[in-house]
């Protein structure tokens, strides 16, 4: 099954796009990590893409398609991937049309005030890719699974998570309707207070893999 995750930052993507990977066994494939891990190597493209995520706009079309249309040629996705983060606009999407078939584009919706209360509480470590909440961590500053020190994601700060959200109104959420229109569109309502098995017991309903 090929699955975009659509929806607002901090809704949830990644965390749930984790247990689906580890569930299905189908790699997820996430631009904002790919472009996290090129800035970290100080290559070209990732020194160029650290003034748009550092902002929080998003980094030009061409590069992020360019990646992802490399991405999917690898053989861990020829039984199906999980497509976090992308696409993110109608060119991106036009794009995706061209070189891949998409089965579900899995809106993942939550409220604007909860998602600011989660990215000011976000952890995430670099060197496993894991993401956590200080609400869990009971104090703790390294990552539960491999030891390394947590950090908190410079596009956190509360500026730049408000910059993050006009600019996912403006160009992601047109999105919706695209795929809506297309009949791919399937949305999980994430309720404030619901934790991640919750939220992802619905993914897997609506997914109808439950
Ligand atoms: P990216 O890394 O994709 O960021 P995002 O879409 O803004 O999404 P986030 O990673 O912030 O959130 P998420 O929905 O994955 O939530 P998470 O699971 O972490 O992109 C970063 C930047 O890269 C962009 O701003 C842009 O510059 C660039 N970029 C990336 N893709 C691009 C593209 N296609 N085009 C152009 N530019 C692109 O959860 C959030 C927090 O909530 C965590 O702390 C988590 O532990 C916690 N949490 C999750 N579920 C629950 C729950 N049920 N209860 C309590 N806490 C929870």
């Known amino acids: 099954m090929n699955i975009i995750f659509l929806g607002p930052p901090g809704a949830g993507k990644g965390t749930l796009a984790q247990l689906l990977m580890k569930e299905k066994g189908i790699p997820q494939i996430s631009t904002g990590d790919m472009l996290r891990q090129a800035m970290k190597a100080g290559t070209e493209m990732g020194l ?7 902002a929080g706009e998003l980094v030009p079309d061409e590069v992020v398609i360019g990646i992802v249309k490399d991405r999917l040629q690898a053989e861990d996705c020829k039984g199906g991937y999980i497509l976090d983060g992308f696409p993110r606009t109608v060119k991106q999407a036009e794009a995706l049309g061209q070189f891949a078939r998409i089965d579900v584009a899995l809106n ?13 509480g976000r952890r995430v470590c670099l060197k496993c890719g894991g993401t956590y909440h200080t609400s869990t961590l009971n104090g703790r500053e390294d990552c539960p699974a491999c030891g390394e020190k947590l950090v908190q994601r410079k596009d956190d700060a509360p500026e730049t998570v408000k910059n993050r959200l006009s600019v996912y109104a403006a160009q992601t959420a047109p999105l919706i309707d695209y795929y ?4 791919l569109l399937k949305t999980v309502q994430c309720e404030p207070h619901a934790t991640v098995d919750e939220n992802y017991a619905k993914v897997q309903k609506t997914l109808g893999i439950a």
Do not use: C, T
């Not at 993942?108 to 000011?120: C, F, H």
């Not at 809506?180 to 009949?183: D, E, I, V």
């Open 108 to 120: 993942i919706a939550l409220d604007d005030e909860v998602i600011i209360r989660r990215l000011g």
């Open 180 to 183: 809506q229109n297309l009949g």
């Open 48 to 54: 160029s893409a650290k003034r748009y995520i550092d």
